[in-house]
Nanobody
Framework: QVQLVESGGGLVQAGGSLRLSCAAS????????IGWFRQAPGKEREFVGR????????SYSDSVKGRFTISRDNAKNTVYLTINSLKPEDTAVYYC????????????????WGQGTQVTVSS
């Protein structure tokens, strides 16, 4: 079983960059696709992007495409979310989650979740 812990969030000025980490424990890390989600106060949790099991294929939502980059290092059991050109609307709690589905984008398809890390972008 995989345990996920997010880190790297904080307060950043608009236009800046931030790298979030999703550290996993467990021997079956490479068996899961890793997705990133975010949830702003009073809003529904939304899909941000995902990485394939191997890590050579990524997919992003239209709202973040071009600014967000997901990378995966199976040797370190870590998936990263690099956010560039941060905007105030990026402010949210960011979660990583694991799914055995290679194409999952819906939160319901992710069985394992981290506790989230807060990203706050000031204008």
């Amino acid at each position: 079983q995989v345990q996920l812990v997010e880190s790297g969030g904080g307060l950043v000025q608009a236009g800046g960059s931030l790298r979030l980490s999703c550290a996993a424990s467990g021997r079956t890390f490479s068996s899961y696709a890793i997705g990133w989600f975010r949830q702003a106060p009073g809003k529904e949790r939304e899909f941000v992007g995902r990485s394939s099991r191997v890590g050579d294929s990524t997919s992003y939502s239209d709202s973040v495409k071009g600014r967000f980059t997901i990378s995966r290092d199976n040797a370190k059991n870590t998936v990263y979310l690099t956010i560039n050109s941060l905007k105030p609307e990026d402010t949210a709690v960011y979660y990583c989650a694991a799914s055995m589905s290679p194409v999952a984008t819906a939160p319901e398809l992710y069985a394992l979740w981290g506790q989230g890390t807060q990203v706050t972008v000031s204008s």
